[in-house]
């Protein structure tokens, strides 16, 4: 397939192979969103009062069938991190309970869980998975053996950031539910990196961005909850609908339905952006999705290669995002968001976009290579000579 980075405002000069992170939006797309928030502001009342939920129900629907669920399980949400606050905060927890986490979790969502452990007294139990990998049963059976009596929750990743390993959630989710535990699921890579099935997989909560492997716009995300903990499930800003008398929607529904104004447009966007890929890809995002994982699956070979490394997980862990261990790093990063010293040497000297992860912790480190529509083999091929010269 040809190559089809013109379609989005990337700097055509530099190597992008951090779409796991930050996601590029196509110009249609983006586009798209901008017409809607011109909308909007031609005529504010009108949008927000008279034509806001109309938009939102569009949404819903069109995500709906692209994850196999009831549109009424689905609220938007503007990221992951603000979903699984949510999930965190409503899922009810008392003095004594256990909530399993692993030592693979992102940190936002660690922070998130241990503020709320610590003002309801919950104990968090961190399990370690180990990396390099040898297959997902070992996920599996640590988890089972880490339940005790005091385990009321799981918050896991469905694709976990720092090694990119896809977990077979749907298996762990029903394990883990016949001990009498209920999961979080921190879906933020998922929606556009692997096919979804929210009625398969039957979580309490999953959250995914949109903004991400869906390319919507920056501040679309969306939170799944099963329907006996809807009545539970508050949004962190509660605004007018939380009292309201209208009976036409479920309280949940409504309590999201509108959290206060803002710019809805990456969200309201979204039944475009599913519907624009099928333009540019014969298969649409199920086709776009098999060509970034075959795609990621050759870029891993050529960098295991280069920089002769064993594999770290099997094939069946990895979706389009596959991590790497490289060399450790010389001296710590000053920056506030980690930004490593060889990150910053490939972007200014090289035009290489992609991090480095610091994991399990530093100086031990990986290289996270991401794929999308727009990479090429060439990039990776670019991305380990340089890497090698580094080693």
């Not at 700097?11 to 590029?24: M, P, Q, Y």
């Not at 016949?178 to 699921?185: A, D, S």
Request: include cysteine; charged fraction near 25%; glycine fraction near 4%.
């Amino acid at each position: 397939m040809k190559n089809l980075k013109s379609l989005f405002a990337l700097d055509k000069k530099t190597c992008f192979l951090n779409h796991g992170s930050f996601g590029a939006t196509p110009k249609a797309i983006l586009r798209k969103s901008f017409e809607i928030e011109k909308e909007m502001e031609k005529e504010p009342v009108k949008f927000l009062l008279r034509d806001y939920e109309d938009y939102y129900e569009k949404a819903r629907e069109s995500l709906s069938q692209l994850v196999f669920c009831d549109k009424d399980d689905l609220a938007f949400v503007t990221n992951a991190t603000t979903g699984v606050n949510i999930a965190l905060r409503s899922f009810q927890l008392s003095k004594g309970d256990e909530v399993i986490v692993t030592n693979m979790e992102y940190n936002a969502c660690r922070n998130a869980l241990n503020r709320i452990a610590e003002e309801k007294g919950v104990f968090v139990k961190e399990i370690k998975i180990p990396f390099p990998i040898n297959s997902s049963l070992e996920v599996l059976s640590t988890l089972l053996n880490s339940v005790s009596k005091k385990t009321k929750l799981l918050l896991i990743d469905h694709i976990i950031s720092p090694t990119a390993i896809v977990l077979d959630i749907e298996i762990i989710v029903k394990k883990m539910k016949e001990l009498g535990v209920e999961t979080i699921v921190d879906g933020a890579h998922s929606i556009g990196q692997v096919p979804l099935n929210l009625k398969k997989i039957d979580p309490a909560y999953f959250i995914s961005n949109c903004h991400k492997w869906l390319m919507t716009p920056k501040g679309s995300a969306f939170l799944y909850v099963r329907k006996e903990f809807q009545d539970k499930t508050h949004p962190l800003v509660i605004s007018h609908w939380a009292n309201t008398l209208r009976g036409d929607k479920s309280k949940f529904t409504l309590e999201f339905l509108w959290c206060g104004t803002f710019n809805p447009s990456s969200i309201f966007v979204i039944p475009y952006a599913i519907d624009y890929f099928k333009t540019i890809y014969p298969s649409g995002i199920e086709g776009i999705m098999q060509r970034n994982r075959d795609m990621c699956l050759k870029a891993r070979e050529i960098l295991l290669k280069k920089l002769n490394v064993v594999e770290p997980c099997p094939t069946e862990m990895v979706g389009a995002m596959a991590s790497i261990p490289i060399s450790d790093a010389k001296r710590e990063p000053e920056r506030p968001l980690f930004i490593d010293e060889l990150q910053d040497e490939l972007f200014f000297n090289h035009r290489i976009e992609v991090p480095i992860i610091y994991f399990p912790q530093y100086p031990k480190r990986l290289v996270r290579i991401s794929v999308q529509i727009y990479n090429t083999l060439n990039e990776y091929k670019k991305l380990g000579e340089m890497l090698k010269s580094k080693m």
